[in-house]
């Protein structure tokens, strides 16, 4: 079945690294993504990683997943009041096409000073 | 590169009205993704269009329903609003390539009263 789930708040201080997690059931997913959600804002694409993959890093984002356990986890070093919003990670399944991703429930970061 | 452009941005609408929302894709993609954002349900795919024909489809009832142009410009129509309809509508556009991402635009938000 195709259910993604993610704790629903996180809260860091500024300055110190954040991880947020997901956990997925479909093993046959192909790409899995990280979205932003600002208030009020649509969604940005973070980043992505391919199921071969284990660990992809961007700049200050690190991504892990362990698809034995189908473990996605996104790690934001030196975390910025400007990182606040809802981080969502997503699946896609080898449906062929690039649509139709799964999305989990949202995890709601927040930044204190 | 343009992004995604989705207008109306807001909307207010009454039950049992209908509504049409209009996506213009970043230049050169040719699929559309709808996805329908709300508090209890979260992100749920609506369909994708690509080259004018619906390509893929989720679980939504026969109100919602789209259309994609030649120029791969998207319109969703909801009839016979309810109440349950109000939420965010984003639309993402990708290149329609099996391995490619999807980008979404700012949403449009429908308050139906």
């Known amino acids: 079945g195709e259910d993604v789930e993610q704790s629903l708040f996180l809260s860091v201080r500024e300055g110190d690294s954040s991880v947020i997690n997901c956990t997925y059931t479909d093993s046959s997913s192909t790409y899995l993504y990280w979205y932003k959600q600002e208030p009020g804002a649509g969604l940005q694409l973070l980043t992505y990683?391919?199921?071969?993959?284990d660990m992809k890093q961007d700049q200050r984002l690190t991504v892990l997943l362990n698809k034995k356990d189908k473990h996605l986890s996104l790690r934001i070093a030196d975390t910025q009041t400007g990182d606040s919003a809802i981080y969502f990670c997503a699946e896609r399944l080898p449906t062929g096409t690039a649509s139709k991703l799964t999305f989990g429930t949202g995890t709601r970061l927040q930044v204190t000073l | 590169k343009a992004g995604v452009t989705q207008t109306p941005r807001y909307l207010i609408k009454t039950r049992g009205q209908q509504v049409t929302l209009s996506c213009s894709p970043i230049s050169g993609h040719r699929s559309v993704s709808w996805y329908q954002q709300t508090p209890g349900q979260g992100l749920q795919f609506l369909f994708e269009?690509?080259?004018?024909?619906?390509?893929n489809k989720g679980n939504f009832p026969g109100r919602f329903s789209g259309r994609q142009f030649s120029n791969s410009r998207s319109e969703m129509n909801v009839s016979t609003l309810e109440l349950g309809d109000s939420a965010l509508y984003l639309c993402?556009?990708?290149?329609?390539?099996?391995?490619?991402?999807?980008?979404f635009g700012p949403g449009t938000r429908l308050l139906v009263l």
């Open positions: 990683i391919f199921s071969n993959m």
């Open positions: 269009y690509f080259s004018e024909t619906q390509r």
């Open positions: 993402a556009s990708s290149s329609g390539r099996t391995q490619e991402t999807q980008y």
